[in-house]
């Protein structure tokens, strides 16, 4: 059983320009998380999406980001004309359909360098 | 938002056993403590997750007090390899999960 799958794992923007971020979540998991770590930093939430509706988006910056969970393929996080400031470890997580005991786990990373 | 409080770091030698405390006075009654390891350049890793008394799987025990107000990892035996940041969480179905700074372990030989 597959986990969580990021990919890039390392991807290099110039500012002005588009990233996209994408996560295929568990076999099975149905909810997907995406968190954003500076270095030296513990990870910050920016967004909590089920198949299609986005669940918890109190996390994510009011411009230039967006993100998507649709019915077929991965999920997408998309930051519209990067800025340095972006640059940061982008972490997804997934987790089955809601339980008592929630638990998320994480893909290994993405990680955004803007020149 | 409950919060965490852990130490910044700690030291400990090969082949002793470690002890982390995460204090979390406001837990509240859903909520479950679960802790993370993470290596550099590397995503989480789910370690250990309960509720109260004590929980052991085959990497670590925690465990919780009756008011839940703190909670201690143990990891027995350390060695190098587990050198990395340990984080402690409160989280309950269907919410994200709130990260602090972490603990960081570094284990010597």
């Known amino acids: 059983n597959a986990g969580v799958m990021q990919n890039p794992r390392h991807l290099v923007r110039r500012r002005g320009q588009e990233a996209r971020l994408r996560c295929s979540p568990m076999k099975g998991h149905s909810h997907v998380y995406w968190y954003r770590q500076l270095p030296e930093e513990g990870l910050k939430f920016m967004v909590y999406?089920?198949?299609?509706?986005?669940?918890?988006e109190s996390g994510m910056p009011k411009e230039r980001f967006s993100a998507e969970f649709p019915k077929e393929g991965p999920s997408i996080l998309r930051i519209q004309q990067v800025v340095r400031g972006d640059s940061a470890a982008y972490f997804c997580?997934?987790?089955?359909?809601?339980?008592?005991?929630?638990?998320?786990?994480f893909g290994p990373g993405t990680r955004l360098l803007v020149l | 938002l409950a919060k965490t409080t852990q130490p910044i770091s700690m030291d400990s030698y090969e082949g002793q056993e470690v002890n982390i405390t995460c204090s979390h006075n406001n837990i509240a009654t859903n909520d479950y403590i679960t802790w993370y390891q993470q290596f550099p350049s590397q995503g989480p890793r789910f370690i250990i997750q309960?509720?109260?008394t004590k929980v052991t799987n085959e990497v670590a025990s925690l465990f919780i007090p009756a008011d839940r107000k703190s909670s201690t990892l143990s990891l027995p035996r350390v060695s190098l390899s587990d050198t990395a940041v340990y984080y402690c969480l409160l989280n309950n179905a269907g919410n994200m999960l709130t990260f602090g700074g972490g603990t960081r372990l570094m284990v010597k030989p």
């Open positions: 997580a997934s987790s089955p359909p809601r339980t008592v005991q929630e638990t998320q786990y």
């Open positions: 309960g509720y109260k």
């Open positions: 999406l089920q198949k299609e509706n986005i669940i918890d």
